[in-house]
């Protein structure tokens, strides 16, 4: 089970923490990631980061802006949001699950999904 804190109302060019903490365990080609989807759109990738070893991935979009991170003894991923744009509002979604790395964009491969949180920024 995830489930997902830190969403919220803020202005452009602010920043926002969100949190989802894991109550599973981590198994091999363990991922977590971080998906995004605004009202008319399709669900989008956003950052993610491999348990073994932590390299992360980042959408083009938020490079520079957002950084994924993670905490090992807590099973738990953060998203910092830095600079935020009106662009960036959307519910966000946690997912995690047994991923190959070639795949960690891709939310079809994820079988645990956190509820959502969301994510408005104001011009």
């Known amino acids: 089970q995830l489930v997902e804190s830190g969403g919220g109302l803020v202005q452009a060019g602010d920043s926002l923490r969100l949190s989802c903490a894991s109550s599973?365990?981590?198994?091999?080609?363990?991922?977590m990631a971080w998906f995004r989807q605004a009202p008319g759109k399709e669900r989008e990738f956003v950052a993610g980061?491999?348990?073994?070893?932590?390299?992360?991935y980042n959408q083009d979009s938020v490079k520079g802006r957002f950084t994924i991170s993670r905490d090992n003894a807590k099973i738990t991923v953060y998203l910092q949001m830095n600079s935020l744009k009106p662009e960036d509002t959307a519910v966000y979604y946690c997912?995690?699950?047994?991923?190959?790395?070639?795949?960690?964009?891709?939310?079809?491969?994820?079988?645990?999904w956190g509820q959502g949180t969301q994510v408005t920024v104001s011009s």
């Open positions: 980061i491999r348990w073994s070893g932590g390299t992360t």
């Open positions: 997912a995690a699950g047994s991923v190959l790395s070639s795949s960690i964009p891709n939310a079809r491969v994820y079988n645990s």
């Open positions: 599973g365990r981590t198994f091999t080609n363990y991922a």
